[in-house]
């Protein structure tokens, strides 16, 4: 790259062009990071010549993500469900399918009552936070497994002014208490080990404990499943997010655990993504 300075629109086309291109919205992300602007400033000021300071903040960060780090990690942050979430190495990247679950809890459930929400593997604390962001009197409580994966999720929590979302470390339902929940969500590990996509893109940075388990990927939803029995109230809920060639496993997880009107909802792409069940008979959730 020349040292004389480059414009915002040159960048954009040098960067996303060529062997070595990425991602035009990476490359975006990125400049926009760089320049703390969003990205209607890129398009509004393309002639805008980065500082030298600039200019070798944004190369450094364009070295890594030609290595494969996952942008998030790269600017620290990940836009998610209009919140952004601070993102480090000790947790899953938030995806936009997983929002599939908080619209659904949305839709579903009544929005009028207090709808006590637990997030089992909250990693960021993506799901719970975005819940609590759209329902003031709803109860929500997230667990992770990982104390540093808890402490970023209560970070997030405090920079979004949602502590009233209570973050616990435990594994699965060990840090639920006592208290019964009316809907149980949760975005657990469910790659198998031997999946060869895990060798390839975002997920090789990605923490292993946050993507793969045992049984072919399903042996966390087989313990998540079973366990939500005993932590619903009556005509309770679970939603659980999976892999799209999941469907018929989960939904047969579901039925023998003793789930009722369980069904499975598509992604944006069309691709089954999250199973959702009732312990109880009612035809509408609560």
């Given at each position: 790259m020349q040292d004389s300075p480059l414009?915002?629109?040159a960048l954009l086309d040098v960067y996303s062009r060529g062997e070595s291109a990425l991602d035009r919205l990476d490359v975006e992300v990125l400049l926009c990071d760089t320049l703390d602007k969003n990205r209607a400033f890129l398009y509004t000021w393309p002639d805008?010549?980065?500082?030298?300071?600039?200019?070798?903040?944004?190369?450094?960060m364009v070295s890594r993500r030609q290595a494969g780090e996952p942008v998030a990690y790269i600017t620290g942050y990940r836009e998610f469900w209009s919140l952004s979430l601070a993102c480090d190495a000790s947790t899953l990247i938030p995806r936009p399918e997983t929002e599939l679950i908080v619209e659904w809890a949305l839709?579903?459930?009544?929005?009028?009552?207090?709808?006590?929400?637990?997030?089992?593997?909250?990693?960021?604390?993506?799901?719970?936070?975005?819940?609590?962001?759209?329902r003031a009197n709803w109860r929500v409580r997230g667990t992770d497994f990982s104390p540093q994966a808890v402490a970023l999720?209560?970070?997030?929590?405090?920079?979004?002014?949602?502590?009233?979302?209570?973050?616990?470390?435990?594994?699965?339902?060990?840090?639920?208490?006592?208290?019964?929940?009316?809907?149980?969500?949760s975005?657990?590990?469910?790659?198998?080990?031997?999946?060869?996509?895990?060798?390839?893109?975002?997920?090789?940075?990605?923490p292993r404990s946050a993507l793969i388990a045992e049984n072919h990927g399903l042996a966390e939803i087989e313990e998540i499943t079973r366990g939500a029995i005993q932590h619903l109230d009556?005509?309770?809920?679970?939603?659980?997010?999976?892999?799209y060639d999941q469907q018929s496993c989960v939904q047969n997880i579901f039925t023998n655990a003793g789930f009722n009107q369980v069904r499975c909802l598509p992604d944006l792409a069309g691709l089954p993504r999250?199973?959702?069940?009732?312990?109880g008979k009612v035809e509408h959730a609560l």
């Open positions: 414009s915002v629109a805008y010549c980065l500082q030298e300071e600039e200019a070798a903040r944004f190369r450094a839709q579903n459930m009544n929005s009028a009552t207090t709808c006590r929400v637990l997030d089992l593997g909250c990693g960021t604390g993506a799901i719970a936070l975005a819940i609590a962001s759209e999720a209560q970070r997030n929590a405090e920079r979004l002014d949602l502590q009233r979302v209570q973050f616990q470390q435990g594994s699965w339902y060990q840090a639920a208490g006592e208290e019964q929940y009316d809907l149980i969500v975005n657990p590990p469910y790659i198998d080990p031997e999946d060869p996509h895990l060798q390839q893109g975002d997920v090789r940075y990605e009556a005509n309770g809920w679970l939603a659980i997010e999976h892999g999250v199973t959702v069940g009732c312990i």
